[in-house]
């Protein structure tokens, strides 16, 4: 396979424009690069970036009043303006309440939504659990899942009801009556077989919710066993699984501020804390840049800086292995990206700003929609 043309990006042409890590479907435009949240007042800088009110304001009352993102000086009476349309945009975009599973049926704009949390009446504490029937007007609440499935079992009959008064709207017309003992042979009418038979269809859809329920809780749980592997015992390898990576590629190209970050990885327990990015190449659009980020960490204080080491990047080919494309990068003491960072994440990274053609990573390296990136840093 012919190897697209490549160039190692110095520290001053890589620094991030406004972006940052694509969440639950936060847009880079609407995220504060301060605090990687959505944009909460928004005020857009005379360097023509957007940030948080109060991250802003902090941050030149801080930081002897420069640009967090390109150092340009910034005078906190004059420089900084409101961003009125960024905020009405982002008060229009509507996100159901986190307890609409719980029966919430309201809509809030994402700087909203906190707010209403505190006060949500469906909104349960730790040790609450509301009953699965919440969604129909059960207004219990357990305090356990021991007193939660007791409920369940004595009042079938009331959740029973609740369903049809929800459902069908009527009160008297299908009222539950006590069925014939087990051993007599009543005569029924056709309508009371009917109705026999509808109440049974209706206890089944019930066991059925629950199980879906029972079902769900054990989904998240093995979700978070899963995503509890701690990355301090990577061994300085990042295993990045990019899956539904073409529809990834299309918001890339649709918006060029977005961009994918991976999670995080160590060198060692007691070593430097990384991720990488993509995004599409500001240079051409038929190939994707990827770069790699130092991270700050608990271990920061006593390591070296800058950073000395080689950083080995692999595009994985899940089917061949010997395919794959494999690169190196041995770091710069003199390019701000192996420095020590100064935020979360540093603005600064490196590594290509054309990593490889869309064309050819559709065609020999997506598994299934799924591509594979290996990133290993040594310290050397």
């Known amino acids: 396979m012919s190897k697209p043309v490549k160039r190692e990006v110095s520290a001053e042409e890589n620094c991030l424009q406004g972006g940052a890590r694509v969440d639950d479907g936060l847009e880079a435009r609407y995220e504060c ?38 150092n340009e000086p910034l005078d906190i009476k004059s420089d900084i303006f409101p961003d009125n349309c960024t905020r009405r945009e982002i008060s229009q975009i509507k996100k159901p309440c986190p307890n609409s599973i ?99 269809i209706v206890i089944l859809e019930q066991e059925v919710h629950i199980l879906g329920i029972k079902l769900s809780k054990q989904e998240l749980q093995l979700a978070k066993v899963n995503q509890s592997v701690d990355p301090r015992y990577s061994g300085g390898v990042l295993l990045w699984k990019l899956d539904d990576f073409s529809n990834k590629m299309d918001s890339m190209l649709t918006n060029s501020n977005c961009m994918f970050y991976s999670g995080e990885a160590y060198t060692s327990p007691h070593g430097y804390k990384f991720c990488a990015r993509i995004n599409v190449s500001p240079r051409t659009k038929d190939s994707i840049g990827l770069h790699v980020h130092l991270m700050q960490s608990e271990n920061d204080y006593h390591l070296e800086w800058p950073f000395k080491g080689r950083i080995k990047i692999t595009l994985l080919n899940v089917r061949s292995p010997e395919l794959s494309q494999h690169d190196t990068i041995m770091s710069k003491p003199e390019i701000l990206a192996f420095h020590r960072p100064n935020q979360e994440i540093s603005p600064r990274g490196f590594g290509f700003l054309e990593f490889a053609k869309i064309k050819d990573i559709l065609a020999k390296f997506a598994d299934n929609n799924m591509v594979v990136i290996k990133i290993q840093m040594n310290i050397v």
């Open 102 to 200: 719980r029966g919430c049926a309201d809509q809030f704009s994402p700087t909203e939504i906190d707010t209403h949390l505190h006060q949500c009446p469906f909104a349960m504490s730790r040790q609450s659990q509301p009953c699965p029937f919440a969604r129909v007007k059960c207004a219990f609440v357990a305090q356990d899942d021991a007193t939660l499935n007791a409920h369940i079992t004595s009042d079938c009959q009331k959740h029973l009801q609740l369903l049809l008064d929800t459902y069908t709207g009527c009160h008297e017309r299908y009222k539950f009556w006590d069925p014939p003992a087990k051993n007599s042979v009543p005569e029924m009418s056709t309508n009371d077989l009917v109705r026999s038979m509808y109440e049974r």
């Open 33 to 70: 690069p301060i605090c990687y949240c959505w944009l909460n007042e928004p005020i857009l800088t005379k360097c023509g970036h957007r940030f948080c009110r109060k991250c802003i304001t902090d941050w030149l009352n801080e930081k002897k009043s420069s640009c967090p993102l390109d």
